[in-house]
């Protein structure tokens, strides 16, 4: 009996060891002024990709991606001196907080607009975007504006501020939900849908790529912002961070790279 | 001790393990931040009727549509797949292959998407039934991806039915194809059952790709409606109630089919 009880006993004490264990550092702390990361020296920056020209994958950058969100966390990374890490992360479970909860990131840059319902659940920096929606048609479709979608088929992205947008403007309009512009693009190509309504820089990339146009720009008086654990220390850092850039004028330098060459 | 203490104790102290592990597994979880993310009540409550109206509606379509489509096809398919005639059987072993061997995402892309594209042909939109043109190309997709799993099973079965039994029926002098009919395929039937059930139930999850091809919101299936409740309350609930709503459709499924099988166990 002795024999079988003994591990037993040990695996138990093991058991509770672990779990006191993970909770002592769950929170970045900075008692010397440091920021303290869920890895040690580097800043965990997670994105739904591909999302261009926000996040991309890109084999010759450092990180294994580029794009407006990544060259951002990269300045903050530099300006806490942290190493920049990104993973790319389903953009759900990042809405949702569960990957900050869960200590798989520390950043989140992933387009992601400032909402109150999310801010329940994260916390977000200062805004470093604003967002414009855009409707996207063929060259020559008798569709000129919102107003023309009455009995039109339009694509949106699931759970976005696209979305929304169109439901509460677009009278009228079959609203057809798509998981990401990578099914909505082939869907408007192959005729399944007859204009797009997503944020305005995804579709300034289709328009670039010819036979497309954007004949709307919608200000929705909405802003992106890098979300982070719920009442996370990191904030201040963060938006300490994207004051410095701002300053610095490294800020329009990258915003002008990727908007302002239209 | 005796022999038979030892095992009495032996098997005490398993189950005395077992309640160990469960109560230090249960009394380390966070159970607020479980409750919060997963099951949020008014949340659950906003979902309602809708996650039973629209999403568990249009999940139980798509896959009676698919399971229906794919049956009829695959027992064509495992028809000519046994056929004398030697290109029945190529064309037959290679549509198996083909989409026994692609992932279902794949192809229902290839219809959705594909077909449109490289032919300007879009898929007709199906009103009475509620289908969109891209969802009736998804559907498609999913009788095309089921039928090659359905094929092999109910080639199986069929050759699993004793070769006298179609021998007897023969001398007396029924034809091959009422044969087929009246004698080999009930008791093919039986055999196939669980397998099918199976079938069944990936078929019943593999409806939540549909979502890929775009969904207008009355459309959305359960895993989308799901996923849909996540963006809106930027909390998991929604994907908790989807995933019971699953359970509850596919159990009584199951069962039901298992309660058939005990029922002719007995009949024979």
């Known amino acids: ?262 | 001790m005796t022999k038979k203490n030892r095992q009495r104790l032996t098997r005490g102290a398993m189950y005395a393990l077992f309640v160990v592990v469960l109560i230090a597994l249960a009394t380390t979880a966070d159970w607020e931040s479980i409750r919060t993310n997963f099951f949020d009540e008014a949340v659950w409550k906003d979902l309602w009727p809708d996650l039973i109206l629209v999403a568990a509606w249009n999940t139980i379509k798509y896959t009676a549509l698919s399971f229906a489509g794919a049956l009829a096809l695959a027992l064509v398919l495992a028809l000519m797949r046994m056929s004398p005639v030697a290109p029945y059987r190529w064309l037959a072993t290679l549509f198996i292959e083909t989409f026994r061997g692609l992932p279902a995402l794949v192809v229902i892309i290839l219809l959705a998407f594909g077909v449109p594209l490289a032919f300007g042909y879009n898929w007709p939109e199906i009103g009475w039934l509620g289908l969109s043109s891209n969802t009736t190309g998804g559907i498609l997709a999913l009788i095309l991806v089921g039928s090659a799993y359905m094929a092999e099973t109910l080639r199986a079965g069929i050759q699993a039915v004793p070769k006298g039994q179609a021998e007897a029926a023969r001398s007396l002098g029924m034809s091959a194809p009422r044969t087929m009919v009246t004698v080999v395929l009930p008791q093919a039937v039986r055999v196939v059952i669980p397998p099918m059930t199976n079938e069944f139930v990936l078929l019943l999850k593999d409806t939540a790709l549909l979502s890929v091809i775009g969904m207008q919101a009355v459309e959305r299936d359960l895993l989308a409606f799901g996923q849909n409740g996540l963006t809106t309350y930027a909390n998991s609930s929604p994907l908790m109630a989807v995933a019971i709503v699953y359970l509850l459709i596919a159990i009584p499924i199951t069962q039901l089919v298992a309660w058939m099988e005990r029922r002719q166990q007995k009949a024979r």
């Open chain 1, 1 to 262: 009996m002795k024999r079988f009880l003994t591990p037993l006993a040990a695996g138990v004490l093991a058991l509770s060891l672990a779990a006191c264990g993970s909770d002592s550092d769950d929170e970045p702390k900075s008692a010397d002024g440091s920021v303290t990361t869920i890895a040690d020296g580097k800043l965990t920056v997670c994105a739904d990709v591909p999302y261009p020209p926000f996040e991309d994958f890109d084999k010759s950058s450092p990180t294994g991606f580029k794009g407006y969100d990544i060259d951002i966390v990269q300045e903050v990374a530099d300006h806490l001196d942290l190493e920049l890490v990104v993973r790319d992360a389903d953009f759900n479970s990042l809405q949702g907080g569960l990957e900050f909860a869960t200590n798989k990131c520390d950043l989140g840059a992933s387009a992601m607009t400032i909402t109150e319902k999310r801010e329940e659940k994260i916390t977000f920096s200062d805004p470093y975007y604003e967002s414009m929606q855009s409707l996207l048609v063929p060259e020559g479709s008798d569709i000129k504006s919102i107003d023309d979608l009455d009995g039109k088929k339009v694509g949106v992205q699931k759970g976005t501020t696209g979305e929304s947008y169109a439901n509460d403007n677009a009278t009228g309009a079959k609203i057809v939900i798509f998981p990401s512009d990578g099914e909505m693009w082939p869907a408007l190509k192959g005729g399944q849908v007859d204009a797009l309504l997503q944020d305005l820089p995804v579709n300034v990339e289709h328009e670039k790529a010819g036979g497309y146009t954007i004949v709307e720009e919608y200000a929705t008086d909405e802003s992106y912002g890098l979300a982070m654990k719920k009442d996370s220390p990191l904030a201040a850092k963060v938006n300490e961070a994207l004051d410095a850039i701002r300053e610095s004028g490294r800020y329009q330098e990258i915003y002008d790279s990727y908007f302002s060459a239209k």
